[in-house]
């Protein structure tokens, strides 16, 4: 069992940045696809980047540019840095993780990811 928390959301203006950050309670090694999430009010919950165990990473193409996913294995902590933000990226970002995946890209389904962290806002003013 893997636990995950999310923090570092928070209200930005368009054009500025944030990173977050998810705090997992084991190895990130331990876990085939990593992933971040967003979901936005009345939307579908939508995977914005993903990075396997060998640190490949995967972006959707809303994100390529400006978000930027990474990991700190040492202290089990999974990031994605995101810049010059827009209002459309307003939603609740959630950090999850597959132990066993045949592939880790952002097209996985939501439902294939076993441990999701409880989210973290991120609201972005014109």
């Known amino acids: 069992q893997m636990q995950l928390e999310e923090s570092g959301g928070g209200s930005v203006q368009a054009g500025g940045s944030l990173r977050i950050s998810c705090v997992a309670s084991g190895p990130l090694t331990a876990m085939a696809c990593m992933a971040w999430f967003r979901q936005a009010p009345g939307k579908q919950r939508e995977a914005v980047a993903t990075i396997a165990r060998d640190g490949f990473t995967y972006y959707a193409d809303s994100a390529k540019g400006r978000f930027t996913i990474s990991r700190d294995d040492a202290k089990n902590i999974l990031y994605l840095q995101m810049d010059n933000l827009e209002p459309e990226d307003t939603a609740m970002f959630y950090c999850?993780?597959?132990?066993?995946?045949?592939?880790?890209?952002?097209?996985?389904?939501?439902?294939?990811?076993?441990?999701w962290g409880q989210g973290t806002q991120v609201t972005v003013s014109s």
């Open positions: 999850a993780a597959e132990q066993a995946a045949a592939y880790c890209s952002t097209g996985r389904a939501a439902q294939r990811f076993d441990y």
